[in-house]
């Protein structure tokens, strides 16, 4: 069965990311020493979980150039959540052909229905509020490297960003893809325990319907 993965801001072929981002190579301990030996190590990570069959929501910032060149290398149904730098993909998006492999879905803002029922709703950019987000609506989302963290431990598990409990970075260099998957796409099942995780650590409070204004 196919099944959903998430990731964003790869940032192929973007020299500078690697320094930026303080993106070390797992094997070696040290920065990627090049922009050619990241780009390979994510695409052997990303091939290494996803199946041709299976579908993976890639939330922004794909590559700085030659989309083709690494969409034919990549297994899945890609789907290209707008990120700030995607301008290349858009572009590639709008040329495709049926005789090559391109995006199956380009769009501003996703919501996806994970193999349980879940819905998932992706954008580029961290929300305060998305659709349906009192009735249990995931979000998920990239642009912030990781950045952002509170200053109150969360036990060693996570810590958290300034963004609410159902929502997560799945950004290669936040939390869950940098020390969780070492790298590869965020599963079903690992983005499942890290929601699980969240609401059973986090007070949600949502507005009552009937005080609405």
Request: hydrophobic letters at 30%; one cysteine or more; charged letters at 25%.
């Amino acid at each position: 069965m196919s099944q959903w993965f998430f990731i964003s801001d790869l940032h192929l072929d973007h020299k500078k990311v690697i320094e930026l981002s303080h993106r070390v190579d797992p094997r070696t301990g040290e920065l990627f020493d090049s922009i050619e030996t990241m780009n390979e190590f994510i695409i052997e990570r990303w091939n290494s979980v996803v199946k041709p069959a299976d579908h993976i929501c890639l939330v922004g910032d794909f590559t700085f150039k030659n989309p083709q060149k690494y969409i034919d290398r990549l297994n899945g149904n890609i789907h290209l959540v707008i990120g700030n730098h995607d301008q290349t993909s858009q572009k590639f998006a709008r040329q495709g052909s049926e005789a090559r492999k391109t995006f199956t879905s380009v769009s501003d803002i996703k919501t996806i229905r994970l193999s349980d029922g879940q819905r998932v709703i992706a954008c580029h950019y961290p929300m305060v509020y998305w659709r349906k987000m009192e009735r249990g609506y995931w979000h998920v989302f990239g642009h912030i490297h990781g950045r952002y963290i509170c200053p109150v431990s969360t036990g060693g598990h996570h810590n958290d960003g300034p963004y609410p409990a159902l929502a997560e970075d799945v950004g290669y260099d936040g939390y869950l893809c940098r020390h969780r998957t070492k790298g590869t796409p965020i599963s079903e099942k690992v983005l499942r325990e890290q929601m699980t995780w969240r609401r059973e650590n986090h007070e949600l409070s949502f507005p009552n319907k009937t005080e609405d204004r």
